[in-house]
């Protein structure tokens, strides 16, 4: 048997296996009836609750409408309760039932175990995200994207870095009605300095030069360049640079100090 041959069988291995374990995760996923209101209503109510503070900005002055303002908001709300809180919520469960536990010792890899369980919330997120960017678009009258590389590079970056940071952060947490506190650092920090409820146009600059450093400030910058087309090549590519690096520590630290074992 060729090692081409060898090396497809493993590979559509690995594919049944992830999706036998995402299917059943998407079941667990079901049940929870508050994650599963977290992660659908919340990320399509926040950005509308915001628009009274919004429209107080003087937009204009800064290149920006509601539109280009509220649609990044959007977006980044799902990366925050559609992806990320829920994600560290079904991590921290299954390790406390000791799911995880038992699926180490069959043929799942860990980084399988881990990607299978990210599974149904990154597709859920990514559903979410493409439906409120055509809504934002058409409702608000943005029209499509000047830039739409620059929107699936931020997409797909914010979608990677939240599940990463979801990891990460159950590591820290005790247990699955913990997971809301904890994740809280991440979610207030990302919501007021990442351009999610204000852009960081309308910061200091100072200010707002520390907060492009933050986890999803890069990708919701990519979401916003996109419409805007306000970013140059040198600064997409740099914003690029910055939202791949975020990503790649993310998955990096969570594979790193993963924590496997319950914490009793």
């Keep these: ?8 069988g493993a590979g559509s291995g690995s594919l049944r296996r992830l999706r036998a374990l995402a299917r059943a995760e998407l079941t667990l996923l079901g049940r ?4 599963v209101f977290t992660a659908l209503i919340v990320p399509l109510t926040l950005p509308f609750t915001a628009r009274q503070a919004i429209g107080r900005l003087e937009l204009e002055k800064l290149g920006l409408n509601v539109g280009t303002v509220m649609l ?26 000791l799911v995880l536990k038992r699926l180490r010792t069959g043929e ?9 369980t990210a599974l149904p919330a990154l597709a859920l997120g990514l559903a979410q995200a493409l439906l409120l960017c055509a809504g934002c678009a058409a409702l608000l009258h943005l029209g499509p994207p ?7 590079l931020g997409l797909l970056t914010g ?7 979801a990891a990460l952060t159950s590591t820290f947490t005790r247990s699955a009605e913990s ?3 904890t994740a809280l650092p991440v979610v207030f920090a990302s919501m007021l300095g990442s351009g999610i409820m204000f852009p960081t146009e309308a910061m200091p600059d100072r200010l707002a030069r520390i907060c492009e450093f933050l986890p999803l400030s890069p990708a919701v910058r990519l979401v916003r360049g996109a419409w805007t087309g306000h970013l140059s090549a040198y600064e997409a590519l740099g914003t690029t640079a910055t939202a791949l690096a975020w990503a790649a520590v993310a998955v990096f630290a969570a594979k790193r100090w993963f924590r496997w074992e319950p914490r009793r």
Aim: a neutral charge; hydrophobic letters at 55%; zero cysteines.
């Design 72 to 97: 990044p908001a959007a977006v980044g709300f799902t990366f925050l309760f559609a992806v990320y809180t829920s994600l560290v919520n079904a991590y921290v469960a299954r390790r406390e039932e």
């Design 179 to 181: 997971a809301q506190v």
């Design 159 to 165: 979608l990677v870095t939240s599940a990463a940071l």
């Design 32 to 35: 929870n009836k508050g994650v």
């Design 108 to 116: 799942l890899s860990d980084p399988e175990i881990l990607t299978g």
């Design 1 to 8: 048997m060729s090692a081409v041959t060898l090396s497809a």
């Design 146 to 152: 000047r830039a739409p590389h620059l929107a699936l």
